[in-house]
């Protein structure tokens, strides 16, 4: 059974279940993509030597899973909050450093995969992704969490192994995510 959303020009758009959606076209080349932009709902760039995320990407209205894995994009453009409908999203194995505060406005994400990046923060916007089920973080430059992320409250996986967080913070993320399995690398005394 497929959903019907509306979309901001009052289009009904039929956008398909989460069941229904292994079953959807995975688009592979942008191009294609752009020529039937109204069916795409999913898009795969995965190791095509990006640097940047193609601008014709923010244009696909109801995209649902998105795939920019194993490139080299340095930056998420705010653009990202144009991608409304977006419930996946993988950006790992690139080159980012920091995250937009638009992606706090990704209110559809469920699975967001940042692990091999250098980010060293996180927006406090993340903590509006009231849907989010699944942030893998693995390998990055983390220093700390914000607190916001206690608003995150389906979270049921945080995924942080390969980030040295002292014993302290560690308790002190649990503490913010209770409720969220929470997977540490072994604690350090080298990040107080």
């Known amino acids: 059974m497929a959903v019907w959303f509306v979309t901001v020009g009052l289009q009904a758009q039929n956008v398909p ?10 688009y592979l080349n942008l191009e294609e993509a752009l020529a039937q932009p109204d069916s795409v709902f999913k898009l795969t760039l ?8 193609p601008a014709g990407v923010f244009t696909l209205k109801n995209l649902l899973v998105l795939n920019l894995g194993k490139n080299r994009i340095k930056e998420l ?6 991608l409304k409908n977006l419930q996946e999203l993988d950006l790992s194995n690139n080159d980012l450093t920091q995250l937009p505060p638009q992606i706090g406005n990704l209110s559809h994400l469920v699975q967001l995969k940042l692990n091999r990046n250098e980010i060293t923060s996180l927006p406090v916007e993340i903590g509006n992704l009231k849907d989010l089920e699944v942030l893998e973080m693995w390998n990055n430059e ?10 995150i409250r389906g979270l049921k996986v945080f995924e942080l192994r390969g980030i040295l967080f002292s014993d302290e913070k560690q308790k002190y993320i ?19």
């Open 46 to 53: 995965r190791g095509k030597k990006l640097t940047e995320i």
């Open 174 to 192: 649990h503490s913010l995510l209770p409720d969220t399995r929470v997977y540490f690398s072994p604690s350090c005394a080298c990040k107080e």
């Open 77 to 82: 453009p705010s653009a990202i909050e144009n």
């Open 17 to 26: 279940e989460p069941e229904e959606l292994k079953n959807v076209k995975n």
């Open 142 to 151: 983390l220093d700390t969490i914000p607190d916001e992320i206690k608003n």
